[in-house]
């Protein structure tokens, strides 16, 4: 925990985007004296979307970050319900009615993961209001799109769609996969300023638990499943302490193309069903059960450069490394980053030291970060049996599986946090030193 009796620092941070990790950071700067305003686009602070699990690594960085965060997740999370099960991340089962080439029938287990801890989930919405109770009143600001970000030499000039500006030492880009600040500190021509489509989409909605557990049964439908086929997956968990399934049914764009403008809209449930017909009963039980499901298409960013611009721009979660969801980790990386940003914040004393604080955060999380995004869209083609390996040789495919969190939920923060802090030192002193194997690059030079 920071002294709050502190002085406050000498410079001030913007964040673009208030959502989970915006709030994160903006509520342990709060913290740590450090003077920081969230400017959001929407009218309020909200979240679109149900359930998000946070693994492990997520919950110590809350818990490094600080026990106010960390309750607030607590507040609203949900666990499997028999505590023999609360460490299991998902039981993965062949989900389609024909047996699979090597003999696999219907909701058989191919693997089971667990993830060494507590593993839950909560309600997006829910999560967002409590952090944003957290939150003083007079640091954020609703209806703020940010139409340009100028650098005055001493700090920063936000300009805003409703024609007002604001003035900081700093800002971070916080404001998801579509992020406005990503592409002024790129730059409008950069390949990897814009999300790409991945080829996947997925229905999205909710069940009644209750209901599902009559259809399911109490064990199936209260632990989380993952039905694995061709060519998509459907997964269900708990949450709002236990009264919702979450139900997520992912499926491949033959074409490979999204040209549609929106990439969130409504679907019909005979829609959804059309796209797995032929899957097992329970899939097709569960599906049965969401009134009204929603259409997302499945975008992430091609690797960026840098998530910096000097001392006066940096990216953080969605906006930095937008991935897939097939690892379930896109948020916690998120909380990670505000962690690691809260920190290196916290242990300089001078507007001057911002550009050395952007650079090591930018040198500890780029590599981390970005192996998500490419991990991540792998583990969506192995989940689909497209993985020209591991086909649906489910031997092979459970052997995977089981240790494919390992680098995520297994990281140990409080040594990447001592890397980053003694890179930080080397930088106050002497200038940035990277790492073996990273390279810090300037963005050009218009932001």
């Not at 996947?200 to 039905?227: F, N, T, V």
């Not at 039980?285 to 611009?309: C, G, Q, S």
């Not at 998120?334 to 916290?346: M, N, R, S």
């Not at 089981?402 to 409080?414: G, P, Q, S, Y």
């Amino acid at each position: 925990m920071s002294d709050r009796r502190a002085t406050p620092k000498p410079f001030s941070i913007a964040i673009a985007g208030g959502g989970i990790t915006g709030l994160c950071l903006a509520n342990a700067l709060v913290r740590h004296k450090i003077p920081v305003h969230v400017y959001e686009a929407a009218p309020a602070f909200t979240e679109i979307g149900a359930g998000v699990g946070l693994g492990p690594n997520a919950i110590r960085a809350m818990a490094l970050m600080d026990q106010d965060i960390l309750r607030a997740y607590e507040a609203c999370q949900t666990t499997n319900v028999s505590p023999a099960e609360q460490g299991r991340f998902f039981n993965f089962r062949y989900g389609m009615e024909k047996p699979s080439s090597d003999g696999m029938k219907a909701g058989e287990l191919i693997c089971d993961v667990r993830s060494g801890s507590v593993t839950s989930s909560v309600h997006r919405a829910r999560f967002l209001d409590q952090l944003a109770r957290l939150m003083p009143k007079e640091a954020t600001s609703f209806g703020k799109r940010i139409s340009a970000i100028d650098d005055e030499g001493e700090g920063v000039v936000l300009s805003f769609a409703d024609g007002t500006q604001a003035k900081h030492d700093a800002v971070v880009g916080c404001d998801g996969i579509k992020s406005r600040v990503r592409r002024l500190l790129l730059g409008e021509t950069d390949g990897a300023s814009l999300p790409v489509f991945s080829g996947k989409y997925c229905y999205r909605g909710l069940a009644p638990a209750d209901k599902a557990i009559e259809l399911l049964g109490e064990q199936m439908a209260s632990e989380s499943q993952m039905y694995l086929g061709r060519p998509g997956h459907v997964l269900t968990t708990l949450i709002e302490q236990g009264k919702t399934v979450n139900v997520v049914a992912y499926t491949t764009k033959e074409d490979g193309k999204w040209e549609d403008p929106e990439w969130v809209k409504s679907a019909s449930k005979e829609e959804m069903l059309g796209n797995f017909h032929g899957w097992s009963k329970p899939v097709e039980d569960i599906l049965h059960l969401v009134e009204k499901p929603n259409m997302w298409a499945l975008f992430d960013h091609p690797p960026a450069k840098t998530y910096h611009r000097k001392g006066k721009i940096c990216l953080l979660g969605d906006a930095a490394h937008a991935s897939t969801p097939h690892h379930g980790a896109g948020a916690g990386m998120g909380v990670e980053d505000a962690l690691i940003l809260t920190k290196l914040l916290a242990a300089v004393d001078s507007k001057t030291e911002l550009e050395d604080v952007f650079a090591t955060y930018d040198a500890i999380r780029r590599p981390r970060t970005q192996r998500l995004v490419t991990s991540s869209r792998k583990l969506g083609e192995i989940y689909d049996f497209q993985d020209q390996t591991i086909g649906d040789n489910m031997g092979a495919m459970g052997n995977y599986l089981a240790h494919a969190w390992d680098w995520i939920w297994n990281e140990d923060l409080t040594q990447h946090l001592g890397k980053a802090e003694k890179l930080l030192t080397v930088a106050r002193q002497k200038g940035i030193t990277q790492p073996k194997g990273v390279r810090v690059r300037e963005a050009p030079p218009r932001v």
